[in-house]
């Protein structure tokens, strides 16, 4: 990929894909999880750090990556410190798929045209270095299994995978049950992932729209709304078929 270590939002994309049929499992919740995953990223390259339940900017200096240095220059904007439920639950139009752009620029993945019903044009991605992916859900595997402590990266891509309910993807069925489980528990051990993973799950929960108490400026009654959930429209994949009363059908790509 052009540089010795993947982003946290690439790997949590890379987790997402079947193997076996180029869609994405999870597909809404999963731009919920990059959004926070990119979040995660900055704060382990030291641009942001966690400030209550909220995101602060500690330096501004880009990272060299454009979609992460995107995200940064957001968040410096704002000028204070933003709740993390605000951010995830904010529109990011778009990310999912630019990140498979990226990830099938890069030789990772290849994109599968196709159509649904004989009519929608339908764009699928599927992994063409699997070793990477195997080596990636390797590192899930030995965390739940040993029950050590993983690095922080590892961690909080834990945190996300179980935020976003890939769990039950990545270990099906009853057999799976102890895995998703210690999957669940692996999100104690990164704050910054935790902080991130719980608000994936709030804003999944709708509590994105209740202010906290005391959770400083911003948190009281006169506190900025966030933004409407556009995840209906986060794909944005090449080639497919928008209709107005239809959105359902037009998310087919990259699923």
Known sequence: MGRSRRTIPEEL????????TGTTAQPQSLDLGLAGAQLVELALAGRIAPDGDRIAVVMAR???????????????RRG????????????????????LTHLERCGM??????????????TRYQATE???????????????????????RTAALAALAHAVGLGKHLYPGNEGRSSRSRL???IRHDPMGGLVAHAVMDVQNGAAAQPRRGSGPGGGPGARKPAARTTADAAGVPG????????SMARVGAR
């Open 62 to 76: 880009p990272t060299g990556d454009p979609t992460l240095d995107s995200a940064l220059e957001l968040l410096r």
């Open 184 to 186: 669940r528990d692996l």
């Open 240 to 247: 497919q078929t928008r209709r107005h009363g239809h959105s």
């Open 130 to 152: 699997t070793a990477i992916s195997r080596e990636i859900r390797a590192r899930l595997d030995n965390a739940i299994r040993t029950g050590v402590p993983p690095d922080p």
């Open 109 to 122: 993945v290849h994109a599968v045209a196709g159509q649904m019903c004989g009519v929608l044009p339908t």
């Open 80 to 99: 204070s410190p933003v709740r993390a439920v605000h951010w995830i639950g904010g529109p990011r139009l778009g990310l999912r798929q630019t990140y």
């Open 13 to 20: 994309l890379l987790l997402a894909l079947d193997p076996a």
